[in-house]
């Protein structure tokens, strides 16, 4: 059966996290699949990048799935779209190789954090950003996630869950930065992340300049590799997840459908 | 008792327009009341710059009231905030002089139409904007909203309701701009504005530019005062009120608190 990659965007606002659920919630792995279920007019699944949490958005998360029937002959991106809620989009498919695989190919992931920084709460951004109402210092917090750069053991940073052989990840890039008017973003790239780790860190961050600690402290919580040393997670709608990249030469095995 | 203005900002998605409805929808005006009834103890009203309808959105809309007490004897914008549910928040305060009237001594109003121009929808898009698939070209829609300028009878862009004394109407400006990715905004300032006229301006303008049709046909629309030759009205949520300007003599008299 031929493997399909898609890239897809959703509002995590209404929906408990990717994954699917048992007990019947709504996620957007099962929107999704009953969407692709419709239009193959059989049960199909589908294997993500990786969960996002309840309330978290992406702009760009990919999945992949296995085509019971020729997908060149449907106009995919346009069917899924017709059949998707509003707030589920396809942006693009692909036809992949038969070893590329939505999570276990992914080296890579970019996740952004927005935060509306300003003392008046404001109703048309409350959505999709968090609020702060202190005025944050973006050096300040450059210099206090400046320690997670690089290998570590992000233990500290997760939130219980499955049990992994490693809580070791690589970030390759934490930069805070005045992204509107009042208006700050944190993005982060690394080969992978743990359970509300990008949540875990924005909250710890925001903490300790709230607290006046600095890169020491972060450097100490991040040593300590436990959870219950770092700080606050931040909430789910501040964050979305922004791209997935995977090797090139994958990439180049991929033709746009 | 002393005059207040408000500078409010919501999002419409969820409410029945701005004006408080008899059969118990949920309105902005009503929701406004409430809170400032809890926080005065006693049934309260205001008076907005105009309505919006059900799914418009406001970032500045401008209200005033009578306060029953001295309202410099209270964090008036933080409590308010506190009490209001987070699709409505007050961004400011004043004390205002007698003759201030939120409606009536309104100068000029500004509208921002946005519209999210892509083959494929956005789900982080589309509570704010309008989703229009094929290509918007800026120019050719700026030249068939030229017509529009200037002091005219806008009868043909009022839907039908509240009987008025006139339909004549100033438009300063009208301007469509390139306002970000994939992200095209329509801005207009005029002296006042009927019924979904900014709606049925927008949706008037992308039909004649879908149709091959030119300033020409606006201003033939326009001179027909009659509704039933315009076309469309433009989805709600795409529009929000941006503001609202006052005499200057009358802002000089206002004190913020």
């Known amino acids: 059966m031929q493997k399909v990659k898609l890239l897809i965007s959703y509002d995590g606002t209404d929906y408990e996290g990717w994954q699917r659920q048992a007990d019947g919630k709504v996620t957007v792995q099962e929107t999704l699949e009953v969407a692709l279920s419709r239009i193959f007019n059989t049960r199909m699944t589908v294997t993500a990048s990786g969960r996002t949490d309840g309330g978290v958005h992406a702009e760009a998360q990919v999945v992949h799935f296995k085509a019971p029937k020729d997908p060149t002959k449907m106009k995919l991106v346009r069917a899924l779209n017709s059949v998707l809620p509003d707030s589920v989009s396809v942006k693009k498919a692909w036809l992949a190789p ?4 939505a999570q276990k190919s992914a080296v890579q992931k970019t996740y952004r954090y927005l935060i509306h920084n300003s003392p008046i709460p404001d109703p048309l951004r409350r959505r999709y950003t968090a609020w702060i109402k202190k005025p944050l210092n973006i050096d300040k917090l450059n210099e206090i996630t400046e320690p997670l750069l690089g ?14 052989k490693t809580t070791v990840r ?9 992204a509107g008017e009042n208006l700050v973003e944190f993005r982060i790239t690394g080969t992978g ?5 990008v ?12 607290n006046d600690l600095d890169a ?24 979305r997840l922004e791209s997935v990249e995977y090797p090139a030469d994958l990439d180049n095995k991929c033709s746009e459908i």
């Open 170 to 178: 690589t970030i390759k890039a934490a930069k805070w930065a005045v």
């Open 98 to 101: 038969e070893d590329f695989h």
């Open 193 to 197: 992340f743990l359970k509300q780790m």
């Open 199 to 210: 949540r875990n860190i924005v909250g710890t961050a925001i903490y300790l300049y709230q």
């Open 151 to 164: 290998e570590h053991d992000f233990k500290s940073f997760q939130t219980s869950g499955t049990v992994l």
């Open 216 to 239: 020491l402290e972060m450097t100490r919580i991040l040593a300590a590799k436990d959870r219950q040393i770092a700080k606050n997670t931040a909430r789910p709608e501040g964050l």
